[in-house]
């Protein structure tokens, strides 16, 4: 599984249909939740987020940067 920024989209490669991705600011909010990529972040402000999916009984956990 791969997770990358561009251009105002999170895009998330190796997802099944039961993955969920959440989108966490560094305060530990939940700010957006998804169940298939891409997910727009354009209405995200600038900054630091924190990306979790959960697929099957597996967790990533990523940081990325949102310009």
Do not use: Q, W
């Amino acid at each position: 599984m791969s997770i990358y920024y561009n251009a105002g989209m999170l895009y998330a490669n190796g997802l099944n249909e039961e993955a969920t991705l959440a989108i966490y600011d560094l305060a530990g909010k939940l700010v957006k939740v998804a169940t298939e990529a891409p997910v727009n972040v354009s209405d995200l402000a600038n900054g630091c987020y924190i990306v979790k999916v959960k697929m099957n009984n597996a967790e990533k956990v990523v940081k990325f940067i949102k310009r």
